[in-house]
């Protein structure tokens, strides 16, 4: 049996995207995706359509009580607004610095 040969066509590279906002959004506000964060480049008005990225480094908030390693795997919580070690929130990247128990942000690679 022959495999069927399939073509993609180039659209964008893709670190950034158009997003139509349900809701008003701020300039670098993250913006919570389905499976995943971005954040604004531009505010955008609810109903209106601007730039999110969805790759950089940026310093996050997040919850305090959990050490934090470059490298570890960090997730958004959409209902505390803020980054966390809990699978299950929307998957917001690897911590590119050290973060202390009490530390209250941390600089996260978004993917």
């Not at 069927?4 to 139509?20: C, L, P, W």
């Not at 310093?59 to 959409?78: C, F, I, N």
């Not at 809990?86 to 993917?111: F, H, S």
Request: net charge negative; no cysteine; hydrophobic share 45%.
């Amino acid at each position: 049996m022959a495999t069927k040969t399939a073509f993609a066509e180039y659209v964008q590279a893709g670190e950034n995207i158009d997003y139509t906002a349900a809701s008003d959004v701020a300039y670098l506000q993250v913006v919570p995706l389905v499976s995943r964060i971005g954040v604004a480049l531009e505010p955008i008005a609810k109903g209106e359509s601007g730039t999110v990225t969805l790759t950089g480094a940026f310093r996050l908030p997040a919850a305090t009580g959990t050490a934090l390693s470059v490298g570890t795997k960090v997730y958004w919580d959409e209902t505390a607004g803020n980054v966390t070690t809990t699978p299950g929130d929307l998957v917001a990247g690897i911590a590119v610095e050290d973060k202390a128990e009490a530390g209250t942000t941390v600089v996260v690679r978004i993917n």
